[in-house]
């Protein structure tokens, strides 16, 4: 008898053993190769990787480029800072106070470049991130120098500054006998609710500070609905800086929960149908632009190749297999629409690629200039209690929620959507944007320049036709042409949608200009032993020189980079603020 126990015992063992296994290497074959994919050893690594720079030499023919190709490059980079430095003074010292002072610009202008070069490109190129003014697509520094705006402010610009200042100025107005009230709602909010059940094809919304925050609260209802653990985020996707869905380098708390998959594979379907932990899948379908790949940021171009490029068919046939496993399998199919919500479609991407989820996420544009957070989903979905069960509920809430003031800019924008001149922007998006692209890829090929763009709709990438080590010094060549970018660089320009065709004339001239001018001063030189592998192999073999002390890790002294020029802001950027008059309310004593 006994015997028959241990029998039966060590088959189910067994068994279990043999199904975890497999479960294990259907989640093993769902990753991607890359570091991305494995989020644990990305942050080995990351520890690992030491910090070195390129000495004087080496800045400029890190390539083995000849003596006098490196002499153009560095006469080029001295003009260019030169440049930089006296048409903006004012700017750029601001911006310096600002670096000393706001971490998060610190922290930005340390990811700009790839590390090698990073000390001298910021010494010699501080860049002023203060702005004055906008007017239609172009912005305004400190010191009275307009350049054409291609940071979409972060994807809040979809319909154009002079839209949002107006949204923002219309919701002060109607908000202003309410005040910051919170607890009560403005009036407003019903119309808000109804005509975003409307657009998303959802049954409740609920809104937030920001669009991490609206993810947060889009999990958690997952996971409180499903009674299941895990969510699914794809690699290199963003969904906000919350520890919870933030997987890799970055963060320093590895999200627990969470499985990072290869997008568009079906290894990675094959995961969903097996599992019996998985809560939710985020989407966020700006990744059709890179699947697998982090944003493309100009800091990553060691060799020059950024692999972007949009294959919309592809991409939608890979939701809608992706909608039909998740609703076989009961997981909750949510979208992160935050960055690209309305930038596609009036109906965001469930719109433009013809599915549906079953959360949506919000942010950015929809608070008409404001910040927000938003998330619809179907009623079920949303609920935060359960009837029978009095004590289980999903928590959620947040002093600013439904702020009056963002309420009304929001109504603002949600209104312009209905105007007929707002709608038929969207008719032929596809077209309109694609022939921009095409034909800027038609004068850069006409030219011989190894630059190209690739696009989705009004996010556009620079993609390189040729390995380079300087690829990077493209966002400054676009800077000195007049053209702003965000953090990422040339890696992500954001078109709002009220750009002309004089204003995209005049934004193709400046890049072909900007191009022409960077292959003018040597840095597209090649060689045919300047590959792709060849870079890779030279910075691996340079790395592990540092790490075992083969090789400084600053260069010696006199071929250091030039070191930072200590600005202080001078008087005149202080900004003089107004002082406020003082107005006595009515009151007893006004009475008597
Ligand atoms: C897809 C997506 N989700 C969430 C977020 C986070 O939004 P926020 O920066 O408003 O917190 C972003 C921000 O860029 C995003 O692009």
């Known amino acids: 008898m006994s015997q028959a126990l241990l029998f039966v ?90 670096e000393a002072g706001l971490a998060d610009v610190d922290f930005v202008n340390h990811y700009r470049v790839p590390f090698q070069f990073r000390e001298r490109v910021r010494s010699a190129f501080p860049l002023g991130v203060v702005a004055k003014a906008t007017r239609g697509r172009h912005i305004q520094d400190l010191d ?79 996971r409180y609905h499903t009674g299941r653990s895990h969510i699914v985020r794809f690699c290199g996707a963003y969904h906000g800086w919350w520890d919870g869905v933030q997987a890799g380098v970055g963060n320093p708390r590895p999200p ?108 950015k544009t929809i608070g008409g200039g404001l910040p927000i957070g938003v998330v619809a989903g179907r009623a079920g979905l949303m609920k935060r209690f359960r009837d029978d069960k009095p004590t289980d509920f999903c928590f959620a809430r947040g002093t600013f929620n439904s702020h009056p003031y963002v309420m009304t800019a929001m109504n603002e924008f949600l209104q312009h959507l209905d105007w007929p001149e707002v ?41 390189f036709t040729q390995p380079s080590r300087y690829a990077w010094m493209f966002q400054y060549y676009l800077r000195a042409a007049g053209v702003t970018m965000s953090w990422v660089g040339s890696g992500r320009f954001l078109f709002s949608h009220d750009f002309t065709e004089a204003d995209f004339a005049e934004f193709m001239e400046r890049f072909v200009a900007a191009a022409e001018m960077m292959a003018a001063d040597g840095w597209w030189w090649t060689s045919a032993q300047l590959t792709e592998k060849a870079i890779k192999r030279r910075v691996l073999r340079e790395t592990v020189a540092v790490l075992f002390g083969r090789r400084p890790a600053t260069p010696p002294e006199g071929e250091a980079a030039v070191p930072a020029p200590v600005v202080a802001p001078p008087a005149a950027a202080r900004v003089e603020i107004p002082r406020p008059q003082v107005v006595s309310a009515p009151g007893p004593a006004a009475a008597r």
């Open 9 to 98: 015992a060590g088959g189910l063992a067994a068994l279990s053993g043999a199904r975890w296994l497999r479960a294990w290497l259907l989640l093993s074959r769902a990753k991607h190769p890359s570091l991305r994919g494995h989020a644990r050893i990305a942050r080995r690594v990351a520890k690992l990787l030491p910090y070195y720079a390129y000495g004087d030499g080496e800045f400029f023919a890190a390539d083995d480029a000849p003596a006098d190709v490196a002499a153009r490059r560095r006469a080029a980079f001295e003009r260019l800072g030169e440049q930089f430095r006296r048409k903006a003074p004012r700017t750029l010292a601001a911006g310096a106070a600002l």
């Open 144 to 222: 009275g120098n307009w350049s054409l705006d291609v940071t979409g402010a972060y994807g809040v610009n979809v319909f154009g500054y002079d839209f949002y200042k107006g949204c923002i100025d219309r919701a002060g107005d109607r908000a202003r006998t309410l005040g910051p009230v919170l607890g009560p709602y403005h009036e407003v909010v019903v119309d808000n609710v109804a005509r975003i059940r409307r657009i998303a094809r959802k049954d409740q919304v609920s809104f937030h500070m920001s669009g991490t925050e609206a993810v947060m609260q889009a999990v958690r209802l997952a």
């Open 256 to 363: 627990h929960e969470v499985y990072t998959l290869a997008d568009m594979t079906e290894a990675s379907l094959d995961v969903l149908r097996t599992r019996s932990d998985i809560a939710c899948v985020l989407i966020n379908p700006l990744q059709a632009m890179h699947p697998n790949g982090n944003a493309p940021s100009d800091s990553m171009l060691v060799t020059g190749a950024r692999s972007v490029g949009y294959d919309k068919h592809a991409y939608v046939r890979w939701l809608r297999r992706l909608r039909d496993v998740c609703t076989d399998r009961g997981i909750v199919l949510i979208f992160d629409e935050v960055f690209l919500g309305f930038r596609l479609a009036i109906g965001g991407a469930q719109e433009y690629f013809g599915v549906d989820a079953d959360l949506v996420t919000y942010g």
């Open 423 to 463: 709608q038929a922007t969207y008719r032929g998006i596809d077209e309109q944007w694609d022939s921009r692209a095409a034909e800027l890829n038609r004068r850069l090929a006409e030219r011989r320049l190894p630059v190209r763009v690739a696009n989705m709709v009004s996010v556009w990438a620079t993609v």
